[in-house]
Nanobody, 115 residues
Framework: QVQLVESGGGSVQPGGSLKLSCAVSGTTVSSNVMSWYRQAPGKEREFVASILRTGSIGNYADAVKERFSISRDITKNMVYLQMNNLKPEDTALYYC????????WGQGTQVTVSS
């Protein structure tokens, strides 16, 4: 029913930028709290950013505050994560999440930051 498909991941150098996309089907971005999470090898999945049903920003993790920006496009039913000044510690598999009573997850897209 609900499907989330992330894209836009890749390999970049420290200080570089990358924009992730999450295509939503089976529901709408305005019907859910939309979030980004990430998981690095050997670590637990951690919260990155969220946007509320109204379109207002929910929250950012301290580690990405001032560097990452979450947004959405209602017309395209898409959610984005603009990542700037990337650091090696940002390397992880990034997941899109839709939440409203039930939680739905995408398959993830890999982001690798290295020299």
């Amino acid at each position: 029913q609900v499907q989330l498909v992330e894209s836009g991941g890749g390999s970049v150098q420290p200080g570089g930028s990358l924009k992730l996309s999450c295509a939503v089907s089976g529901t709408t971005v305005s019907s859910n709290v939309m979030s980004w999470y990430r998981q690095a090898p050997g670590k637990e999945r951690e919260f990155v950013a969220s946007i509320l049903r109204t379109g207002s920003i929910g929250n950012y993790a301290d580690a990405v505050k001032e560097r990452f920006s979450i947004s959405r496009d209602i017309t395209k039913n898409m959610v984005y994560l603009q990542m700037n000044n990337l650091k090696p510690e940002d390397t992880a598999l990034y997941y899109c999440k839709a939440s409203w009573g039930k939680d739905y997850w995408g398959q993830g897209t890999q982001v690798t930051v290295s020299s």
